[in-house]
């Protein structure tokens, strides 16, 4: 395996742009080109390009990064095999988009003259400040080389885990690839509520971000359940029990978040097709 491995990002949005901060801010980036016309500027340790055709002739991939949008794909992919040619049959496909399936992505290589492997990953916007979490998946295909490659790309912004059924990403979409935008919700609404009760913008935004920061910290820290964390902060009659007795009703939280959930992995699998 190379020891640095040569990556072509091919979009550089959210997600991508998510990976991107977060390899160059790990000890070891990878050599990049990053794909993307809404990019500019190249230095020593990254080349932006807005086209396919102006990736440079000497640059020869192991990992292409797909981080555009999903409708995208097929294009993308078709743009890359005509500016790469032969030098695209050593690379493997690592898809970050939702919903596109190995299968089709596959096909699209095929057509645009690349018979290679493709792995799907899931990571969420946390990778941006490396502690992203991904679902890795990896088709038959794939060599442990290339395995191995992208679970270390993915390693470098945070933690990886893999999955053993491709169907099964619909559900890491929904968990933890949309995930942070439920905590980030919570915390907004921590924020406004603590605001309508008197708290002034800033003191109640410094309660609610480090609320969230502080819990997510245990979770992580400590190995009791998130179960047994809640009890531990409820005392029996008393604040918290009070506010939970709200959110835990059962048209509350308990009906709602497993709505929410279904609702995203639908939606991922209807992004396949």
């Known amino acids: 395996m190379p020891s640095v491995p040569s990556v072509l990002l091919a979009g550089c949005g959210k997600m991508g742009g998510a990976l991107f901060d977060g390899w160059l801010a790990s000890p070891t980036p990878p050599r990049l080109?990053?794909?993307?016309?809404?990019?500019?500027g190249s230095d020593d340790a990254v080349t932006v390009v807005r086209t396919?055709?102006?990736?440079?002739?000497?640059?020869?991939?192991?990992?292409?990064?797909?981080?555009?949008k999903p409708a995208a794909a097929e294009i993308m992919i078709d743009a890359i095999g005509k500016a790469l040619g032969p030098r695209m049959s050593n690379a493997a496909i690592l898809s970050v988009m939702a919903g596109?399936?190995?299968?089709?992505?596959?096909?699209?290589?095929?057509l645009a003259g690349a018979d290679?492997?493709?792995?799907?990953?899931m990571p969420n916007t946390p990778s941006a400040v490396g502690a992203g979490i991904s679902g890795l998946y990896a088709s038959p295909s794939a060599t442990p080389e290339q395995k191995s490659i992208c679970h270390d790309l993915l390693f470098a912004?945070?933690?990886?885990?893999?999955?053993e059924k491709e169907a099964d990403l619909s559900v890491v979409t929904a968990v933890s690839g949309s995930g942070p935008a439920y905590v980030f919700l919570l915390a907004e609404l921590l924020e406004k509520a603590g605001q309508q009760h008197g708290l002034s913008p800033t003191i109640a935004r410094r309660l609610a971000r480090g609320t969230i920061y502080?819990?997510?910290r245990m979770?992580?820290?400590?190995?009791?359940?998130?179960?047994?964390?809640r009890k531990a902060v409820t005392s029996p009659n008393g604040t918290t029990a009070a506010a939970l007795a709200v959110l835990m009703k059962s048209d509350a939280w308990p009906e709602?978040?497993?709505?929410?959930?279904?609702?995203?992995?639908?939606?991922?699998?209807?992004?396949?097709?």
């Open 214 to 216: 502080g819990a997510g």
């Open 52 to 68: 396919a055709a102006e990736i440079p002739a000497g640059f020869r991939p192991d990992i292409i990064v797909l981080a555009v």
């Open 256 to 273: 709602t978040v497993p709505k929410a959930i279904d609702a995203a992995t639908k939606r991922a699998d209807e992004l396949a097709g």
């Open 157 to 163: 912004v945070g933690d990886v885990v893999p999955v």
């Open 116 to 121: 290679i492997p493709v792995l799907r990953a």
């Open 33 to 40: 080109v990053v794909l993307d016309r809404h990019r500019t």
């Open 100 to 110: 596109r399936t190995c299968a089709a992505l596959s096909d699209a290589a095929r």
């Open 219 to 229: 979770l992580d820290d400590l190995p009791d359940s998130a179960e047994d964390l």
